[in-house]
């Protein structure tokens, strides 16, 4: 039987940031250098199969810091964590390496910064998502105020309109958050911020490249997670860049081949957090179904590499 034609557009850059290569690396290293078990402090990054893989390798997964051993080496994820939880790791003696993206640190930062000079702080982020639970956690309880839309911007209640400052969440969608940026301007003109927001090199790049290959499309796919924030966005953007389908999924037994009956073009791209053997899975399942002409949809080369922490550089 022929194999109906289908072009399949592949957007570029998709899947592993630098941020999510760094963290894996920093697990694989912990767990040569000492040994297993080593524990991480929520999902490294938000990829079930990463989070497998290290497992079998010998990491344990725990959600707070209570539930490790004073005695095994901890890791942070790559979202960030609050100040409290390397406090409470010194405290007790412990081994940690933070794996927090440099970007995410940078926010912190900029955050700790801004409050020195005594601007209070408003987020724009997702409540409960650990980058935001992060990040506000660099202040003392209360102290940053969370925006998520617009809506709230209307109502947010500050202690003075005239010393304010903001940071966001990394993989925020560049043009919701630019739509926030404005509202929080227009009614505190004196607002101090990044030159545009905090959202990263690689969030912007898989975004830019959705809005390029969404319009040639009748159907788009995200590999990525339920729980990935940048993943979830790039099925958003898709579908307002005018692609009519555009659907998450974690690898390629989720794909409804029922949904994209007919399609003749497919676009294919990755969450920061995906990895690259989900994404050729997913590739190798439309070979075998379509005769399929694959073409690169590329908006941005990225050459973007962080250095794992000196601690697991240096010899044993
Ligand atoms: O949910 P997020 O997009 O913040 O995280 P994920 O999917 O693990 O992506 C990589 C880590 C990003 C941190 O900024
Ligand atoms: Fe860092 Fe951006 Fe990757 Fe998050 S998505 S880990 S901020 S590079």
Same mark, same amino acid.
Not at 155 to 184: H, W, Y
Not at 196 to 216: L, S
Not at 248 to 261: C, K, P, Y
């Given at each position: 039987? $022929?194999?109906?034609?289908?072009?399949?557009?592949? %957007?570029?850059?998709?899947?592993?940031?630098?941020?999510?290569?760094? %963290?894996?690396?920093?697990? @694989?290293?912990?767990?040569?250098?000492?040994?297993?078990?080593?524990?991480?402090?929520?999902?490294?990054?938000?990829?079930?199969?990463?989070?497998?893989?290290?497992? *079998?390798?010998?990491?344990?997964?725990?959600? @707070?810091?209570?539930?490790?051993?004073?005695?095994?080496?901890?890791?942070?994820? %790559?979202?960030?964590?609050?100040?409290?939880?390397?406090?409470?790791?010194?405290?007790?003696?412990?081994?940690?390496?933070?794996?927090?993206?440099?970007?995410?640190?940078?926010?912190?930062?900029?955050? !700790?910064?801004?409050?020195?000079? +005594?601007?209070? =702080?408003? =987020?724009?982020?997702?409540?409960?998502?650990?980058?935001?639970? +992060?990040?506000?956690?660099?202040?003392?309880?209360?102290?940053?105020?969370?925006?998520?839309?617009?809506?709230?911007?209307?109502?947010?209640?500050?202690? *003075?309109?005239?010393?304010?400052?903001?940071? $966001?969440?990394?993989?925020?969608?560049? *043009?919701?958050?630019?739509?926030?940026?404005?509202?929080? !301007?227009?009614?505190?003109?004196?607002? /101090?911020?990044?030159?545009?927001?905090?959202?990263?090199?690689?969030?912007?790049?898989?975004?830019?490249?959705?809005?390029? =290959?969404?319009?040639?499309?009748? %159907?788009?796919?995200?590999?990525?997670?339920?729980?990935?924030?940048?993943?979830?966005?790039?099925?958003?953007?898709?579908?307002?860049?005018?692609?009519?389908?555009? !659907?998450?999924? !974690?690898?390629?037994? *989720?794909?409804?081949?029922?949904?994209?009956?007919?399609?003749?073009?497919?676009?294919?791209?990755?969450?920061?957090?995906?990895?690259?053997?989900?994404?050729?899975?997913?590739?190798?399942?439309?070979?075998?179904?379509?005769? /399929?002409?694959?073409?690169?949809?590329?908006?941005?080369?990225?050459?973007? @590499?962080?250095?794992?922490?000196?601690?697991?550089?240096?010899?044993?």
């Amino acid at each position: 039987m $022929t194999k109906p034609a289908l072009t399949l557009y592949l %957007a570029a850059p998709r899947g592993f940031c630098a941020g999510v290569d760094r %963290a894996i690396k920093i697990v @694989e290293m912990a767990l040569e250098k000492w040994g297993a078990p080593v524990f991480v402090r929520h999902e490294i990054v938000h990829n079930k199969f990463v989070v497998d893989d290290l497992r *079998d390798k010998g990491a344990v997964f725990v959600e @707070e810091l209570t539930e490790c051993p004073d005695d095994r080496p901890v890791i942070f994820s %790559a979202h960030g964590v609050p100040k409290s939880v390397p406090q409470a790791a010194q405290a007790r003696e412990m081994i940690y390496v933070d794996a927090t993206c440099p970007l995410v640190s940078k926010v912190h930062i900029e955050a !700790q910064r801004h409050a020195d000079n +005594g601007l209070q =702080m408003i =987020m724009i982020g997702h409540a409960g998502h650990p980058e935001t639970v +992060g990040t506000m956690g660099q202040l003392p309880d209360g102290e940053v105020l969370l925006v998520e839309t617009v809506e709230d911007v209307a109502t947010v209640q500050v202690r *003075d309109p005239g010393k304010l400052a903001f940071v $966001t969440q990394t993989t925020l969608s560049v *043009d919701d958050t630019a739509d926030i940026v404005t509202a929080l !301007q227009l009614r505190f003109p004196g607002i /101090v911020g990044p030159h545009k927001e905090d959202i990263c090199y690689a969030t912007t790049n898989r975004q830019e490249a959705v809005k390029a =290959m969404a319009p040639k499309c009748d %159907a788009m796919l995200v590999v990525g997670a339920p729980n990935s924030s940048n993943s979830k966005r790039l099925v958003e953007v898709g579908a307002r860049a005018g692609c009519a389908y555009a !659907q998450l999924v !974690q690898r390629a037994s *989720d794909i409804d081949w029922r949904a994209l009956d007919g399609i003749r073009s497919m676009g294919i791209t990755a969450g920061a957090s995906a990895p690259e053997v989900l994404i050729n899975e997913v590739i190798k399942a439309f070979s075998d179904r379509y005769d /399929v002409k694959v073409e690169m949809v590329e908006t941005a080369v990225e050459n973007v @590499e962080f250095k794992v922490p000196r601690v697991l550089r240096e010899p044993a």
